[in-house]
């Protein structure tokens, strides 16, 4: 139980360690406008684009992880195989902001993938 705990509380983190390269990227344009951050966000483009995007993403993830973890904890099914999916899961994350940042759309898409089809077989192992 304490590798899906552990894996919780990175998942929890990583959209706000996504953050900061957005924040970095409003910071060049023209400084970091903490009246209007959406509105500055929106004028982001490349990089900060991208940066906004793994951050916005992390945080739809992490629903689906969030329901994952539920439903194993919930269901007494805590083993090897579904914290290993966890472990996976938190990795694949971890690799689609990477590569969102550096522009790598085919591997993002596919860690996108890998983390998506961890969570839910996760959910299908509790059946």
């Known amino acids: 139980m304490t590798t899906l705990i552990i894996c919780a509380l990175i998942a929890v983190l990583i959209p ?5 390269p957005v924040a970095f990227a409003q910071n060049k344009l023209a400084g970091y406008d903490n009246k209007h951050p959406r509105e ?46 966890a472990i996976m899961h ?19 898409s596919l860690v996108w993938l890998v983390g998506y089809v961890c969570a839910v077989a996760m959910i299908a192992l509790c059946l």
């Open 90 to 108: 938190v990795i694949a994350r971890v690799l689609y902001c990477i590569f969102y940042y550096i522009n790598q759309d085919i591997l993002r």
């Open 40 to 85: 500055q966000q929106a004028k982001l483009t490349g990089f900060g684009a991208r940066a906004l995007a793994a951050h916005q993403n992390s945080f739809e993830s992490l629903i689906i992880f969030a329901v994952a973890l539920a439903v194993v904890i919930g269901s007494n099914n805590v083993y090897q195989v579904t914290e290993t999916l």
């Open 16 to 20: 706000y360690l996504a953050k900061a």
